[in-house]
């Protein structure tokens, strides 16, 4: 497919993800509109030189409806990639209603203004392994029930069965990425494990793991969830896409406390992991991992980049934004 001067708009383009989106979109030729809520300072998409080449930045929010139609209506946008939510599971706990807002009602949003339109030929939904809950069997398939228990995770499930409505209603030219736990350069969120023992090792201290080190989860890296967002892009419209949702998983399940041996390992620092054990049952899932044979199968997606390359790649990613910006408080 050419993606050459095609109206591509991307929710979440400032976000860690959609950075590296509307820079693979970019470089393909397409001609990138981002839908921007907040400014925020030393954003990576800024100190990577990539906000100031998209080809519009529209403020707005995507719980107002009339500014979404006003995007679809002035920049004649051809494909969709929306990825905007409030995605932090314990801001989604503690403000339950604003998660499902943003989420739940941003998307309804997204998908009748591209109904209307009558010009989008292809959009994709960002939604996330959380909608499995506990799971039943391991690896997850796509055919797992969704048995999401917790505000964040049910406002996902809530966005699925609004995109599948519309394609199978209107059809609509959607589909769905379910993605394991995406790691890379540009990830602010540092009370995730990967960034924050990233900056860990490059502050010279030890780690520190919440639980005990043993629950399992997979990982990928965000080139291979771009390529992720690109090929489903690419493949709507063909047999059985439309409308379906796909895993996207590393294949290869990491429990926490080797996941941040090798982190360590990677930086080449005399550290060691400082497991504190604390365990919080209602919220710690201890084992979960996708089976993405489906994406395999169907769209001929499979990762690419190893986890011991993409923490090198990643390390060294921050190692640069921290000697641009000063160290990370």
């Known amino acids: 497919m050419d993606w050459n001067k095609r109206n591509v708009l991307i929710t979440g383009a400032t976000g860690f993800v959609g ?6 979109l970019m470089e393909r030729g397409a001609n990138v509109i981002a839908f921007v809520r907040d400014e925020i300072p030393n954003a990576p ?11 519009a ?11 979404v139609k006003r995007v679809f209506a002035e920049y004649e946008i051809d494909t969709v990639f929306h990825l905007a939510a409030q995605t932090l599971v314990g801001v989604a706990k503690e403000s339950p209603t604003t998660t499902f807002d943003v989420n739940i009602r941003g998307t309804w949003n997204m998908l009748e203004a591209a109904r209307t339109s009558g010009k989008v030929k292809r959009m994709v939904i ?4 959380k909608v499995y809950g506990e799971p039943i069997k391991l690896p997850i398939t796509e055919d797992h029930p969704l048995l999401a228990a917790y505000p964040y995770d049910a406002s996902k499930v809530a966005v699925e069965a609004l995109a599948r409505t519309y394609a199978v209603t209107y059809g609509l030219p959607v589909a769905i990425t379910r993605c394991c736990n995406i790691y890379g350069g540009g990830d602010m969120n540092f ?7 990233v900056k860990s090792v490059l502050e010279g201290t030890n780690p520190v793991i919440r639980s005990d080190g043993t629950p399992v989860r997979d990982f990928i890296h965000v080139d291979d969830a771009v390529a992720a967002y690109i090929t489903l892009a690419e493949h709507i419209g063909q047999a059985g896409v439309d409308g379906q949702a796909f895993n996207f998983g590393s294949n290869a399940p990491i429990n926490m406390l080797d996941l941040t041996k090798k982190i360590i390992e990677a930086s080449g620092k005399d550290l060691k992991p400082d497991v504190q054990g604390a365990r919080k049952p209602d919220a710690e899932i201890d084992r979960q991992y996708l089976s993405a044979e489906k994406a395999a199968a169907v769209l001929g997606w ?13 390390i060294a990613w921050y190692e640069d934004y921290f000697s641009k910006i000063g160290k990370a408080k």
């Open 302 to 314: 499979k990762p690419k980049v190893n986890l011991e390359d993409g923490l090198k790649k990643t």
């Open 126 to 129: 960002a939604s996330t392994d």
């Open 57 to 67: 930045v529209v403020p707005g929010d995507i719980t107002d409806y009339a500014s």
């Open 19 to 24: 950075t590296w989106l509307a820079k693979a």
């Open 191 to 197: 009370s995730r494990i990967i960034p924050s023992a």
């Open 45 to 55: 998409i800024r100190t990577m030189g990539i906000f100031e080449k998209i080809g």
